[in-house]
């Protein structure tokens, strides 16, 4: 029983560089998120998919990019990584609108720091 | 817009202490209201939620309980254990749109 699934558990970019957190959640969600976790400020959303082909923006987006080809992944692309985007990065879904049910279900998370 | 506020940690207890972690809220129309949990290495996990007026949310020996007229989703329990170290995120619904807002966070240690 998988879940939702983060890759890498952890990585260091240097400034400027380019990668892609993966995402897969096995559970036959429509809903999908990326959230950034830095100290003392919570959770922030970055971008959201309520199925596939279809993403938008949430309150930090700046600095990222989404796909949604599958209900299963929603992979999150940070082009020319800069220092203020070393966080805990976390994808979460959920089968439902959340107005509704409320429940997310999270990965393990992904901390990256760029130096 | 929508927010939520919690009390600023870290809290430390010893076992068996009574836990109370405040937190209020600022929202438009009627929101939901969660208590999510996460433990050291992992992602967040729901641990118990209200969705209406006076409503009271339980799980594991947590309660919370919805309060309108103070604007307030309290995290209460009775005996805390070691294991219940973990960072505790107030958050709510949005009814406007499709997303929720978390606070914070409280890190709760809890000592032999």
Redesign the interface.
């Known amino acids: 029983n998988a879940g ?1 699934t983060q890759t890498p558990k952890f990585r260091i970019l240097k400034i400027g560089q380019s990668m892609t957190l993966q995402c897969a959640q096995d559970m036959n969600h429509n ?1 999908m998120y990326w ?1 950034r976790q830095d100290p ?4 922030k ?1 970055i971008y ?1 998919s ?1 199925g596939a082909g279809i993403t938008d923006k ?1 309150e930090v987006p700046n600095g990222y990019n989404v796909s949604r080809s599958t209900t299963e992944d929603f992979p999150l692309r940070l082009e020319l990584a800069a220092p203020s985007q070393t966080s805990v990065y ?1 994808c ?1 879904s959920s089968y439902s ?3 509704d049910t ?8 992904s901390r990256l720091t760029v130096l | 817009g929508n927010s939520v506020t919690q009390m600023e940690g870290p809290v430390t207890l010893s076992e068996e202490a009574f836990l109370t972690i405040n937190c209020t809220y600022t929202a438009t129309g009627y929101p939901s209201l969660f208590w999510y949990v996460q433990y050291p290495g992992e992602g967040l996990q729901l641990l118990l939620k209200a969705t209406k007026a006076d409503d009271k949310g339980s799980n594991k020996g947590f309660e919370a309980t919805y309060r309108k007229e103070t604007t307030s989703f309290h995290l209460e329990k009775g005996s805390v254990q070691v294991s219940d170290s973990a960072v505790y995120f107030c958050a709510l619904t949005e009814t406007s749109y499709d997303k929720v807002i978390f606070g914070p966070g409280t890190s709760l240690s809890v000592i032999p």
């Open positions: 939702v809903y959230y003392g400020m919570g959770l959303l959201y309520v949430g976390f979460a609108r959340t107005v409320g429940e997310l279900f999270f990965g393990e998370g």
